[in-house]
């Protein structure tokens, strides 16, 4: 019994100890790994294993394998036709209907290893052979061509008669590169690429895979080479271009064509200046002097001799609404001189009151009635503005105008002013105010007025713009005194546009005749001015003639101005208050102090020193001095008392 | 005796490692797992491959029996499809024949009567194989059809087989109801005949393979829907 124990013990010791000595390296075989089986065409299907470590031994491996539902254990029937390590199960002994259930076994001299089993269902391991006769050819399309790629399912797997259903991909790309393109073709054996590179060389292939199974592999690659197709659209860019070339040509031409025209219209000329007299090339020879000269008026500042053209050309006479007289108002003469500002009247703040139809209405409640009021008070007005705002000079050179325009009144003759406003036919000599047309007189009083009483005012309304503005100023008295039919009166200021540049018919007479404002100062020079009616003629026109002054007055003489006198204003009464212009120089000094006698308007002071000796001086005008005084300081004189000079 | 009493432990111990990787239960795991790891494969998967095979079948039998009366029977000869009922050689079969006496069946029975089916026909293509190849100009297409239709019977043999152990866990033996005799291949018939005779033959099993197909298909809507199946 003991010896039997003994030998079993020995015996296990041997073995232990043969496989311990004999093995240096020397164990029983590694475990079989990663079996896997593939079946080509779901009728037969072949095992493969990894073998472990042999244990530097000789190892043998076998496959056992046992379907299901049987306990049955059967061994590979071939190892031979799939290759080494593998295991190929015929048609016979495969089954759709049953898993398998496979072992690998590897056996050494020291042992044998099972491997993990595995358990296959021969639906689910289908992986076919990868599609056979792929052709790819060029087809050529409207210039276009595409790839044709065609081929046939592996012969091991029946897909006639739907044994096996293959599903199909092909993937391509171009020669040189990496990255390729794969394209679904589903279960069709033909299948189109467009988008091809023009000469480029494409690699095809294609593979298949069943519905429930895995990829075969990539058919081998098939190349194929594109055509040139692009040189047409080259042709049609040469077309192109020469089609451009002719169309800028065409515009070039047409361009240089009318160049002038183009050029007019993108750079419009500069308007040159539009002066008369001026003469661009004299201009561009630098000589000022030669320039200037046509600038300059010759008769600038008027000069004795030129007085009475100016009288004559600005003392009209207002008809009323039966006469319509041509005024000139010498514009020639004074655009040239004078630069009349038309915007005398615009909408300065300075004159816009002037444009006021309720100012003027306002100040228009007094008695002045007449358009000589109007006149007077205009060039009153003009007188004030100026002497608030000008300087000495312009004041100065106001007088002189003035006194320019006196004489003129009485040596033209011929031209016929109305003075329609002012003057009712005069019975005799002397001057019956004329009816006042209504609505007209009233502006003109207006202005009159608002020359007496408001100096300010007015001064506002006559915003100077300097010595140039004398013109400027008669154009105001134009539109102040006259215009009665237009209305233009009542805003003179902005009427004065207007009235220079297309009424010729203003029949403010004394406006213009008024239009150098009238100093104050200046007019109170010279009180014994007489003025005589020259004539009057049957128009109710009347012509006033200066008069030489009396002695008394001695400013006057030596100065041998021309006085003129302006009718400042026609009472109700028919009296025609004249006013006299004096030397500047002395009528300024005079002026002033006269001033300080009357209480209001200066001009009115001036008037008041005035009007004795107009009275006097006028013919056939019957003035009451007293009655004078008191208009005149009212800024109101009677015509009729005023003139009492016979004298001529 | 002690000696091989302790031999066998020692195989036994050795061979541990087998019996105990055999007795393991493994994961089922459907379709895309590289090895399935089912110990057995659904019921409902049988029956689908089972009813695909049977029309697959089918419509290779169809396009046999089109063929080989195209290319050997002439106009007047043809059988009209009522005709070759009688001549069957698988009218004594107890099958339903009719579709209300289809629906009287049990599923067992459903079962039954496709494996007879089946059964019966393996042999006589068999030698229909064999006749095929006497014919003058038969085309290839002609004998792999009928190789193949006479290969895939047998398969569907085995399927049905274990669709029976499966669902009525019945163990068949395949190949029982086999008749041996049904053909008589010693006699060398006249040529004619012969050709009628392989004409009606694939008449015939066209037939019943398409009554295999309807019959599974039947079960298999039993399976999903007892009471709405035609």
């Known amino acids: 019994m003991m010896k039997k124990v003994g030998e079993v013990v020995l015996l296990w010791l041997l073995i232990l100890f043969i496989q311990i000595a004999a093995g240096e390296g020397y164990s029983p075989p590694g475990k079989p790994t990663n079996i896997s089986c593939r079946s080509p065409e779901k009728e037969t299907f072949t095992c493969w294993w990894q073998p472990g470590s042999d244990g530097g031994l000789p190892t043998t491996y076998a496959l056992y394998y046992r379907k299901e539902g049987s306990e049955r254990v059967f061994e590979c029937p071939d190892y031979k036709t799939a290759g080494k390590n593998s295991c190929f199960f015929s048609k016979n002994v495969t089954s759709i209907w049953v898993n398998y259930n496979i072992t690998v076994v590897a056996t050494n001299s020291m042992g044998n290893t099972f491997s993990n089993p595995v358990d296959i269902d021969v639906v689910y391991i289908v992986k076919p052979n990868p599609p056979e006769e792929v052709v790819v050819s060029v087809t050529e399309d409207k210039d276009w061509p595409f790839l044709q790629v065609s081929w046939k399912p592996p012969k091991m797997a029946d897909t006639r008669s739907g044994w096996i259903t293959l599903i199909y991909e092909v993937r391509l790309k171009l020669e040189n590169e990496n990255k390729w393109e794969e394209l679904s073709a589903g279960q069709r054996k033909i299948f189109k690429i467009y988008s091809l590179r023009s000469g480029g060389t494409y690699d095809v292939q294609v593979r298949c895979k069943p519905d429930h199974g895995f990829w075969s592999e990539w058919s081998p690659t098939t190349r194929v080479k594109v055509p040139e197709y692009l040189p047409q659209e080259r042709s049609m860019w040469i077309l192109i271009v020469v089609f451009a070339a002719f169309i800028l040509i065409i515009c070039i031409w047409m361009i240089y064509m009318n160049f002038h025209s183009v050029k007019h219209y993108l750079l419009p000329p500069v308007p040159g200046p539009k002066i008369k007299g001026i003469d661009k090339q004299l201009l561009k020879s630098g000589k000022s002097e030669d320039i200037f000269s046509s600038l300059v008026v010759s008769n600038f500042p008027p000069t004795t001799s030129n007085y009475e053209d100016f009288l004559v050309q600005y003392l009209e006479v207002y008809v009323p609404e039966e006469r319509e007289l041509i005024m000139d108002e010498g514009k020639d003469l004074q655009d040239d001189s004078f630069k009349t500002e038309n915007s005398t009247c615009d909408n300065d703040s300075g004159r816009g009151s002037c444009d006021s139809h309720t100012l003027l209405i306002d100040k228009g409640g007094g008695d002045k009635d007449d358009g000589q009021q109007t006149d007077q008070e205009g060039s009153q007005a003009e007188a004030e503005t100026k002497s608030h705002e000008e300087v000495m000079e312009e004041e100065h050179l106001a007088c002189c105008h003035e006194n320019a325009q006196i004489p003129n009144i009485s040596k033209e003759k011929e031209k016929v002013k109305s003075w329609p406003s002012l003057f009712s036919p005069l019975p005799q000599y002397s001057l019956s105010p004329v009816n006042r047309p209504n609505k007209p007189k009233m502006g003109n009083q207006h202005c009159l007025s608002d020359g007496l009483f408001t100096p300010n005012s007015l001064s506002s309304y006559f915003t100077q713009p300097g010595p140039s503005t004398t013109k400027g100023f008669r154009s105001n008295y134009w539109e102040c005194s006259l215009d009665h039919k237009q209305s233009h009166l009542l805003h003179p200021q902005t009427a004065a546009h207007e009235h220079l540049q297309a009424e010729n018919d203003l029949n403010a007479a004394y406006v213009d005749y008024m239009g150098a404002p009238l100093d104050v100062h200046e007019l109170s020079v010279r009180p014994t001015e007489y003025v005589e009616v020259q004539r009057v003629s049957d128009e109710d026109v009347v012509l006033l003639h200066p008069v030489t002054p009396s002695q008394e007055n001695s400013y006057t003489v030596s100065h041998q101005t021309e006085d003129y006198s302006r009718v400042r204003m026609v009472n109700n009464n028919n009296g025609l208050l004249l006013l006299q212009r004096d030397d500047i120089e002395e009528e300024k000094n005079m002026c002033p102090y006269e001033e300080e006698m009357v209480s209001r308007a200066t001009s009115t002071g001036c008037r008041a020193s005035v009007t004795p000796t107009l009275q006097n001086s006028a013919t056939g005008i019957n003035t009451a001095l007293p009655i004078l005084d008191e208009k005149a300081a009212s800024g109101y004189v009677d015509t009729a008392t005023m003139f009492g000079l016979p004298t001529y | ?230």
């Open chain 2, 1 to 230: 005796m002690q000696k091989t009493v302790v031999q066998w432990g020692l195989w036994a111990l050795l061979l541990w490692p087998q019996h105990l990787a055999a007795s393991i239960p493994l994961d089922c795991r459907d379709d895309q797992g590289n090895l399935s790891r089912c110990t057995s494969i659904s019921q409902e998967k049988l029956l689908d491959r089972v009813i695909h095979h049977a029309e697959l079948i089918y419509r290779v039998s169809e396009e046999l029996s089109s063929l080989f009366e195209e290319l050997f029977i002439p106009f007047p000869f043809r059988l009209q499809s009522n005709q070759a009922a009688y001549s069957c050689i698988t009218k004594a079969l107890p099958i339903p024949s009719s579709k209300s006496e289809v629906q009287q069946i049990s599923d067992k029975w459903l079962l039954h009567s496709v494996l007879m089916l089946v059964q019966s026909w393996i042999e006589p293509l068999v030698y229909l194989q064999m006749t095929m190849e006497r014919y003058d100009h038969a085309p290839d297409m002609l004998l792999n059809k009928t190789k193949w239709v006479s290969e895939k019977l047998s398969s569907l043999e085995q399927g049905v087989v274990v669709l029976i152990k499966k669902m009525l866990d019945e163990n068949t033996l395949a190949t029982g109801y086999g008749e041996q005799g049904v053909v008589q291949n010693d006699v060398q018939p006249e040529v004619l005949e012969s050709v009628m005779r392989d004409y009606t033959l694939l008449s015939c099993f066209k037939k019943d393979a398409h009554k295999m197909e309807t019959f599974l298909k039947l079960l298999k809507c039993r399976q999903t829907d007892k009471y709405n199946c035609a």
